[in-house]
């Protein structure tokens, strides 16, 4: 079978490069060991994660939120297989909805193991058996991450779990530790807390949340503590391992001294993911590499002609939607047009409660270059919708150049931060100023408002404090 293009791997950046081919007139196909589409992300990540996340606020809420606002509601039961149900139902609905696309855009779904034979020729060995011979004008090589592990830990998916069991855990830990304060430690881990866990984290750096903003970082830190999340920040693990139907993990300071035992009834390493590209073939066509990267070019083309790479298996945050604009991206290149993605302008967000959202620089980043900066400030405390919603936790805070007042960065720790962001991330696709957000009408009363008094505040006009 011949294709103008074969993806291997179908989660956000490889199915949506296929459709976006498609559009633009090319043959494609995608190719996926797994039984459904959608990849990291529908399957194992982003989908269900989010789907626990909300449902465990549900809980959360109706416990202890609702009755200052009037609704009173008896104690909450928790029925955790419903939780899940629902769960694996809008992953069921997400992953159909993507074999759907494929068929209105009339894309070949390959399902089994691929490996790059030769340029221009993918070998696909069929789960039934049925192997497969596809021969393509262009490769892409869309395999993503796998969950990075700690050496001598074995992940049983049970008692120590990644972020795969931590999804589907069978009933609620009393408690928990999550080795790793990233976002999807605190996310799981914010889950299984709202459900009932005592959760303790494990933090080889001083901080948590590593590469975002540490104002952001600490004030969020104190939230988690508010929830009920205990840190061990400094610590390294030194063991981890099944003890009496449990776990007992040694934990010891990184700037030295005694060593601790904690014991609990899971234990979820949450220590980051690596980029996936084992058993493609890449090494014996001499792919270039780096750390277990695959390198590319501002196209998206590796070191071998026609092949070429997207998503996590490439530099860059491993964000779907990074992976989703990489393929829109690739797929215009290689109709002949100019696809491109702005590495400044990728959002980011922690879907916790509240949520995290920035974009662009942090605050560290302008001060290790030595830029000249300005920095706008509001807190929802002081925004009238957040009061009516007794949602006023949080804070923004917008830096723009000192000398051109262009935003350069946008962070927002609060509830629906995630959706907030979006006008920084506008603003700065377009290269606009921090008086353009302060001059832009913003409805009242709504929570971006105080995304405004921020962009206000870095010119010293906030209104509103
Ligand atoms: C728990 C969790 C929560 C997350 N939450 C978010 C979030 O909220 N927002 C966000 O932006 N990102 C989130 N992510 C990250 C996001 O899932 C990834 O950045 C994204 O999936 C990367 O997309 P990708 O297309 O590069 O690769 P993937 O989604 O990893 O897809 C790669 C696919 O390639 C297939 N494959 C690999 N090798 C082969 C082969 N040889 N032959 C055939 N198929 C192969 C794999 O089976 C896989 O399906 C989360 C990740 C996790 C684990």
Request: aromatic fraction near 4%; glycine fraction near 12%; charge should be negative.
């Amino acid at each position: 079978m011949s294709f103008d293009l074969v993806v291997i791997g179908a989660g956000p950046g490889g199915y949506v490069c296929a459709i976006r081919a498609a559009q633009l007139g090319m043959k494609a196909a995608v190719v996926d060991k797994r039984q459904t589409p959608g990849g990291t992300c529908l399957n194992i990540g982003c989908i269900p994660s989010k789907a626990l996340l909300y449902a465990s606020e549900m809980f959360e809420e109706a416990g202890h939120a609702m009755a200052p606002l009037g609704v009173v509601v008896p104690a909450p039961k928790l029925d955790l297989a419903a939780m899940m149900k629902h769960k694996d139902d809008t992953v069921a609905a997400n992953v159909n909805g993507v074999a759907f696309l494929f068929k209105k855009n009339k894309i070949d779904w390959v399902q089994g193991e691929a490996r790059i034979a030769a340029p221009g020729k993918v070998a696909v060995k069929g789960a039934d058996g049925n192997d497969k011979a596809l021969e393509a004008k262009a490769i892409v090589i869309a395999t993503g991450s796998e969950v990075a592990r700690l050496p001598g830990v074995e992940i049983d998916e049970k008692t120590i779990v990644s972020s795969t069991g931590a999804l589907s855990l069978p009933g609620v830990p009393k408690k928990l530790i999550v080795v790793g304060a990233g976002i999807i430690g605190l996310e799981l881990g914010s889950v299984w807390r709202r459900l009932g866990a005592e959760v303790t984290v494990i933090e080889f750096l001083d901080r948590i949340l590593p590469g975002m903003d540490g104002e952001v970082a600490r004030q969020f830190q104190r939230m988690l503590q508010k929830q009920g999340f205990a840190f061990h920040l400094g610590h390294k693990v030194t063991k981890i391992e099944t003890s009496g139907g449990g776990v007992k993990a040694v934990i010891e300071p990184t700037a030295g001294g005694e060593a601790k035992a904690l014991e609990a009834d899971v234990a979820l390493i949450a220590i980051g993911r690596r980029p996936f590209t084992e058993n493609l073939g890449l090494q014996a066509l001499g792919v270039a590499m780096d750390g277990g990267q695959v390198v590319v070019d501002a196209h998206f083309a590796t070191s071998v002609p026609g092949l070429y790479a997207i998503g996590d298996v490439i530099h860059g945050p491993m964000l779907a939607h990074k992976a989703e604009d990489e393929g829109v991206a690739l797929a215009e290149i290689l109709a002949g047009q100019a696809g491109h993605v702005n590495y400044d302008a990728i959002p980011n967000v922690v879907y916790t409660n509240p949520e995290i959202a920035a974009v662009g620089k942090t605050e560290e980043e302008l001060k290790a270059v030595g830029a000249a900066y300005k920095v706008g400030r509001f807190p929802f405390t002081a925004n009238g919708r957040a009061r009516a919603m007794r949602k006023t936790e949080g804070f923004v805070k917008l830096l723009a150049d000192a000398a051109t007042d262009r935003l350069i960065g946008a962070h927002v720790v609060g509830f629906g931060a995630g959706e907030m962001i979006h006008e920084a991330v506008v603003l700065m696709e377009f290269g606009g100023s921090a008086e353009d957000l302060a001059r832009t009408c913003h409805a009242h009363p709504t929570l971006s408002e105080a995304v405004k008094e921020a962009a206000m505040a870095v010119d010293g006009r906030a209104i509103h404090i």
